[in-house]
Structure formats: structure tokens, C-alpha cells
């Protein structure tokens, strides 16, 4: 489905300011009457925008309230992860119409043919788009897999598949923190005009990309999810690369112990003993990385997204030793948000990433249908 870039436009200003009249477009799109008028048409053929009641008038024709259809179309997101494939699915407004639904892969080489049997089985007539998340690297111009943690035995991972299997819907296929950063772009718009640096990290697993002017940086090391193998001269299990001494080895249950299960990890960071001399390590190197890493791009925003955010006691710590460590220049101008999410099993934020497609064209990192415009404005 090819949407013109002043659909765009109003899509974007249904979602972040609707419900909106046709004159209300008006005025904010600097659109013609008559050009919104016969957007606003095509929008609703293509089941993308509904009319609401109209609101009462004292005198002259009464305003009809328009927003993004919540139920005529949806958004399938997938993920390919370590061990497991996910499908998610989202309505235009944003809310869940299909939980998260998981089925775990034992083989590398399955995982591909797995999240395309799931998204065949869950992909319908009112499927607008598909959305993939992977970890790791994708080469863009063919939307195979390079280098991923999900298949380190098997990469690269072929993806023709699962192309030629949704052929009938566009697909958009991403690593996952530009998925889990497309979330991010839908859900602040007040922060879409500051270059930011979104930081997210889990158990094992670390990646980062610059969102510069509400769009995601596809070029640069920090936007290229590389982040997490930053190494430091630190013995720690191999990692995926090939590498000893990565920043996601070093962030994770292994580093504390063979024995260290995944309650305990929690619990070591969220109670955050500062006199546990191997947690603190970890942590030591943790910012250490990020500070380095603020330093070098130098945003006007980090987001630190994790589902470890949502606790004070390590949340205030570590935004507060990163202002100690970030350049003290930077510290004075640099605004910190911890932001509480899931990485792991990221169909939901895959999602999410498709809604962002929609809204933003920038956002379409690899799509398999041809789009129309480049880089349209911000509004």
C-alpha cells in the first residue's frame, strides 16, 4: 500500500492530535479544503480513517470528527529472537488486538520458516502491513539477516521466504532496537524535534541508535546497534561475534556466575548492594559504555529504556552516576529518561515499529513494496 506523503501528514496529526474536523486539518496542514477533503476520501477507502458523530453547531454546516480507524486494519508485528519467534498485532490506535503470542525454535535454520508459518496463520484481509524485528545486523538492500544473535551457528539467515510468503502486504523488517526506538518516535512527540540517543539493555542483551529529528540514524555505529559490543579487557563468555569481552557479556547473569539465575539477577540489581563487588563491576563497566557513548554523540536526549527502569533504587543510580561521568558540558544540557520496557520478545514493539512506517515514511528501514516519498516534514 503506497501512502502519499500528505496522507502522511494527516495521519500524523490524526494520531497525535485527533479527533480532528476537516477544517481543523485545514488549518493545521496548510492543505486546501478541497485537497484534504479528497485525502481524507482515499484515507477512508483504504480503511485507514474513520468519521465520528458530528459535533453539535450553533449555525453552518456541523463538524465531523475524523480519527485513525481503530478496527478496519491492523498492524502484525513479528519477532525473531534467541531460541523463538513472536506475533503481535495493533490497531491504528494503538491498542493490542492480539497479545504477544510465542513459539520456541530449537534449531537455528527453523527460525525464518517458524515466524513466517506464524505470520501466514494470523495475517488477514484487514493486515494493512508486517513488521519484523531481529537482533542483530540486516542488510537493508535485501532484508537478510547478516549477523544475528538468534542464529550464531547459522548466520546469515535468508529471509526470501517469509518475503515471498507475505508478498500480498507490505513488509518491513528492522533489527530490534530500531523497532523498539520506532515506538518510542509514536508515543513522544514532544521529544521528536531533539536528537536522541535511546540506549536499551537486558539480561545479555545491549543495543542503541540515534532518532535525529523524529528519524532513526541508519549509519553511524551507535544507530547501527553495535553498541553492546563495545569490549573491554574483561574475561567473559564468547560472545555471538566471535569476541571475548563484550558489553552485553558483561551485562548479564553469566558475568555474576554460572549458578546466577534469572530471579536473582533481577533481584541483585533492584536491591543494588553496592558492597557486591562483582555486581559493581558489571555496572562499573555498564557506564563506563554509556557515558562514552553519550560523550561521543553528544543528544540533547538519552533514553534509557529497560524493563529494569521501573524500580527507583537502580533507575536514580544509574542516571545519576552517568551525570557524574558524562562530560560535565554535556551532564548540564543532557535530559535523562528512564523508560520501563520489555526488550526480549519484541512482536509488540515490531508493531509498533509499522505504525511508526505509517506515520513517519523515514521509518521504513527495509520494506519489501516500493514507497513514494522522501523524508517528509515533521508537523
Not at 563506563?288 to 540533547?300: E, Q
Amino acid at each position: 500500500m503506497i501512502i502519499a506523503s500528505s496522507q502522511q501528514v494527516i495521519l500524523r496529526h490524526l494520531w497525535f492530535n485527533g479527533p480532528l474536523s476537516r477544517s481543523e486539518l485545514h488549518h493545521l496542514t496548510g492543505m486546501t479544503p478541497n485537497a484534504v477533503g479528497t485525502e481524507v476520501i482515499q484515507l477512508q477507502r483504504l480503511g485507514l480513517v474513520k468519521e465520528l458523530a458530528p459535533k453539535l453547531s450553533s449555525g453552518g454546516r456541523p463538524q465531523i470528527p475524523l480519527i485513525l480507524d481503530p478496527s478496519a486494519r491492523r498492524i502484525l508485528g513479528l519477532s525473531i529472537e534467541p531460541g523463538q519467534v513472536e506475533v503481535a498485532e495493533l490497531g491504528l490506535n494503538g491498542q493490542l488486538t492480539l497479545a504477544p503470542i510465542a513459539k520456541s525454535i530449537n534449531q537455528e535454520s527453523r527460525l525464518v520458516a517458524a515466524a513466517t508459518h506464524l505470520a501466514k496463520e494470523h495475517c488477514v484481509r484487514r493486515t494493512l502491513l508486517a513488521a519484523v524485528s531481529v537482533t542483530g545486523l540486516i542488510d537493508h538492500a535485501s532484508g537478510n539477516i547478516l549477523l544475528s544473535s538468534s542464529a550464531p551457528h547459522h548466520s546469515p539467515l535468508d529471509t526470501s521466504i517469509l518475503r515471498k510468503e507475505l508478498d500480498d502486504v507490505e513488509l518491513i523488517i528492522a533489527n530490534d532496537l530500531h523497532a523498539a526506538a520506532g515506538r518510542w518516535a509514536v508515543t513522544h512527540r514532544s521529544e521528536l524535534q531533539e536528537d536522541t540517543l535511546l540506549i536499551a539493555f537486558d539480561d545479555g542483551r545491549i543495543g542503541s541508535v540515534m532518532v535525529i529529528n523524529g528519524r532513526p540514524n541508519h549509519g553511524c555505529i551507535m544507530g547501527a546497534n553495535e553498541l553492546g559490543h563495545t569490549r573491554f579487557p574483561v574475561p567473559t563468555d564468547r560472545c555471538f561475534c566471535g569476541e571475548i569481552g563484550c558489553l552485553e557479556r558483561i551485562f548479564s547473569r553469566a558475568f555474576l556466575g554460572p549458578t546466577v539465575a534469572e530471579t536473582d539477577f533481577t533481584q541483585r540489581l533492584e536491591t543494588l548492594d553496592t558492597q557486591d563487588a562483582r555486581l559493581m563491576e558489571m555496572l562499573d563497566l555498564l557506564v563506563m559504555a554509556f557515558s562514552n557513548a553519550v560523550n561521543f554523540v553528544r543528544p540533547a536526549r538519552l533514553v534509557l529504556a529497560s524493563r529494569f527502569m521501573g524500580g527507583n533504587v537502580f533507575a536514580d543510580w544509574l542516571t545519576g552516576r552517568l551525570r557524574q561521568s558524562i562530560l560535565p558540558q554535556l551532564s548540564e544540557r543532557v535530559t535523562i529518561d528512564a523508560w520501563n520496557i520489555k526488550l526480549a520478545g519484541s512482536a509488540e514493539s515490531a508493531a509498533w515499529l509499522g505504525l511508526a512506517s505509517l506515520l513517519f515514511e523515514s521509518w521504513k528501514i527495509y520494506s519489501s513494496a516500493a514507497t513514494m516519498v522522501q523524508n517528509p516534514p515533521i508537523v
